[in-house]
């Protein structure tokens, strides 16, 4: 059974920094892509960055590129979301995805696995 465990999200101030983590456990971690995802209260859940099988290959949304990087560590089974300059529209939860393939890309239905997600809140 796969298991996606995010952490590392608070409050934080507008400009400032969080980084999020997800431990994946349950399958072979480095032979997949991974991904974040977000919902915003009443809003539908959003992609927010892809990496690939081996971190060689990465996606944002136009929303966050140059302000958030996604990384990953195989040998650690874990996947990284550094977020800076946040902006209060990136309050959200944050959720951790697992892909059924070595690269995926901005679609919902591309990853089976999902965590629990994580809460950040950035306020102005």
């Known amino acids: 059974q796969v298991q996606l465990v995010e952490s590392g999200g608070g409050w934080v101030q507008a400009g400032g920094s969080l980084r999020l983590s997800c431990a994946a456990s349950?399958?072979?971690?480095?032979?997949?892509?991974m991904g974040w995802f977000r919902q915003a209260p009443g809003k539908e859940r959003e992609f927010v960055a892809t990496?690939?099988?081996?971190?060689?290959?990465?996606r944002y949304a136009d929303s966050v590129k140059g302000r958030f990087t996604i990384s990953r560590d195989n040998a650690k089974s874990s996947v990284y979301l550094q977020m800076n300059s946040l902006k209060p529209e990136d309050t959200a939860v944050y959720y951790c995805?697992?892909?059924?393939?070595?690269?995926?890309?901005?679609?919902?239905?591309?990853?089976?696995?999902w965590g629990q997600g994580t809460q950040v809140t950035v306020s102005s």
């Open positions: 990496i690939s099988w081996s971190g060689g290959s990465k």
């Open positions: 995805a697992g892909g059924r393939t070595m690269v995926a890309g901005d679609k919902r239905y591309e990853y089976p696995y």
């Open positions: 349950g399958r072979a971690f480095s032979g997949w892509a």
